[in-house]
């Protein structure tokens, strides 16, 4: 077992109403994961919920946004991720498409992403508010998202701050009691100036998870390869970054691609040996062979 490990593997997996009642309580700590080994140390490492974003889409496939990740590809990396969480209630993003089109496809998309992997909430960017009332009607929890929302990035102008205007912080506080009142059980806020999010917080009585969105949110959530530094191509400013993981794989690779060139890899430490009469053996049939 890991020297890391914070908790109990047998401890109780965090359930939807944990991550209410932590409301006013305790901040809760949200990360992204894609695969199963990093779905195990981010949940040894104790965070509380684990979103399977569609960012995989970018830091993952290698794609310039998120708008083609598909369900499929979706539900592959979910799967994943469940197998290596024991504690944390992992979240996956609906893709783009999924849930626009009314609450028949949301239905039925979130039904096959819960039950072909595993996940037991899904979140949906946007107030599609007749969607969420029917995933939650049908017992699928819902986490909201509002602010900056990257499938809609195009009609944002960009990925810029959002509710920096008087009008459109107000749409933002109206947007957060709406998915409220829809039901969510939670609301991630980006990129939105911090005493607007300090505001929606005061006002709805369900956690705000925080990118971008300041200290006074219930909790807060990153994306894995910005924070351990996996993903260079962009850094958005609201990033901490708390480890240089890219740099350390590089150099790692290079030692070892010098190594395999020097001869210094592998030592006899890393192979097999035989024994010495069987390798008499060989050599006698090798004899004969020549
Ligand atoms: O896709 C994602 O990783 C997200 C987070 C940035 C909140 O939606």
Redesign the pocket.
């Known amino acids: 077992m890991s020297t890391y490990q914070t908790f109990s593997t047998d401890e109780k997996p965090l359930s939807i109403l944990d991550v209410r009642d932590a409301k006013n309580r305790r901040k809760l700590a949200m990360v992204?994961a894609y695969d199963t080994p990093s779905a195990r140390i981010v949940d040894r490492a104790g965070v509380d919920m684990v979103?399977v974003?569609?960012?995989?889409g970018m830091v993952m496939l290698g794609r310039k946004d998120?708008l083609s990740v598909t369900l499929d590809e979706m539900i592959h990396h979910c799967r994943a991720v469940v197998q290596g969480i024991h504690h944390a209630l992992v979240v996956a993003?609906m893709p783009f498409m999924t849930y626009e089109p009314g609450p028949d496809t949301a239905l039925s998309n979130a039904a096959r992403l819960v039950r072909e992997s595993g996940v037991r909430a899904v979140?949906l960017?946007g107030a599609f508010l007749p969607q969420i009332r029917a995933l939650v009607g049908a017992g699928i929890p819902v986490m909201g998202?509002i602010g900056l929302t990257?499938q809609r990035s195009a009609q944002l102008g960009g990925f810029k701050v959002q509710g920096k205007r008087a009008e459109a912080a107000r749409q933002l506080l109206d947007e957060a009691a709406a998915l409220e009142d829809a039901g969510c059980f939670a609301i991630?806020l980006?990129a939105i100036p911090a005493p607007l999010a300090a505001a929606i917080t005061a006002r709805v009585s369900v956690p705000t998870?925080g990118?971008g969105a300041g200290a006074d949110c219930d909790g807060q959530?990153?994306?894995l390869h910005d924070m351990l530094g996996l993903y260079s191509e962009f850094t958005p400013r609201f990033v901490k970054r708390y480890a240089e993981l890219g740099t350390l794989m590089e150099q790692a690779v290079r030692d070892y691609a010098e190594e395999v060139r020097s001869g210094a890899f592998p030592t006899p430490a890393h192979g097999f040996s035989m024994d010495e009469e069987e390798r008499a053996r060989l050599e006698d049939r090798l004899r004969e062979t020549e």
């Not at 974003?53 to 995989?56: A, T, Y």
Request: glycine share 6%; hydrophobic share 40%; proline share 5%.
């Open positions: 992204t979103l974003g569609d960012s995989l998120t993003d979140k960017e998202h990257p991630v980006e998870i990118i959530v990153l994306v």
